[in-house]
C-alpha cells in the first residue's frame, strides 16, 4: 500500500472552497450562475426611497416632539416620560409623522392617569400666573364698567338713541347678575 502524499492531502480542508467569491466562480464556471441572488436598481432605488421616507418621518417627530417640550415648561424630559408620550401617542393615532397637537393630545390622556413626572413648582408658577391674568380682566371690566356708569350727562345727551339702550341694558344685566349672586332681588 502506498500513502503518497495525494491521498494525505486530499482529506485537508481548503479555505477557498468556503469563500463566497471561489464559490461564485465555481458555479459561473459550472454554469450555475451565483449563489446569492443579485439586487436590481429598482430594488436598490425602492430600499433608498423607504430609508428617505423613514428618515423624514423620525425628523418631523423630533422636531414636533421638540416643539411639543418647548411649549410645556412644567414637562420633564425624561427617557421615562419621552417612553409614555410616545407610547400614548402611537396607541392614539398610530405609526406616523406625528404632529404638535396629537403630542398635546397624549400628554393630556396621561396627565389625567397621573402617570408623568410634572414639575410641580412650574405648575404652581403657571396656575398663579393664569390667576394674576384673570385678576387683571376682572379689574378691567370693573373700571371699564365704571367709566360707562360715570358718564357725564352732556355725552349721554349726546349719544344716539341704539348705543344708549345697549349701554342700559348691559348695565341692567350686570345688576342682575350681581344680585342673583348675592341670593337675592335687592338692588
Known amino acids: ?13 481548503n479555505p477557498a472552497e468556503e469563500d463566497s467569491f471561489n464559490a461564485d466562480a465555481r458555479r459561473a464556471l459550472d454554469g450555475l450562475g451565483p449563489s446569492k441572488t443579485q439586487v436590481t436598481a429598482e430594488q436598490v432605488k425602492q430600499v433608498y426611497e423607504e430609508v428617505l421616507r423613514a428618515d ?7 422636531q414636533n416632539a421638540d416643539e411639543f417640550v418647548s411649549l410645556h415648561p412644567e414637562f420633564l424630559d425624561t427617557d421615562r416620560n ?12 398610530g ?13 393630556q390622556a396621561l396627565l389625567v392617569t397621573d402617570s408623568l413626572d410634572i414639575d410641580k413648582a412650574e405648575v404652581a408658577r403657571q396656575k398663579q400666573r393664569a390667576s394674576d391674568a384673570q385678576r387683571k380682566a376682572a379689574a378691567k371690566t370693573r373700571q371699564d364698567r365704571e367709566k360707562l356708569r360715570n358718564l357725564p350727562e352732556d355725552v349721554l345727551e349726546t349719544m ?13 344685566r350686570e345688576d342682575m347678575q350681581k344680585a ?8
Open 160 to 172: 344716539p338713541l341704539e348705543e344708549l339702550r345697549q349701554l342700559t341694558d348691559r348695565q341692567l
Open 56 to 62: 423624514e418621518k423620525r425628523r418631523t417627530i423630533n
Open 95 to 107: 405609526d406616523c409623522a406625528h404632529t404638535v397637537e396629537q403630542f398635546e393630545a397624549a400628554y
Open 82 to 93: 419621552g417612553e409614555l408620550v410616545n407610547k400614548m401617542v402611537k396607541t392614539m393615532f
Open 180 to 187: 342673583g349672586e348675592r341670593g337675592g332681588n335687592d338692588w
Open 1 to 13: 500500500m502506498s500513502n503518497g502524499v495525494g491521498t494525505y492531502l486530499r482529506h485537508l480542508q
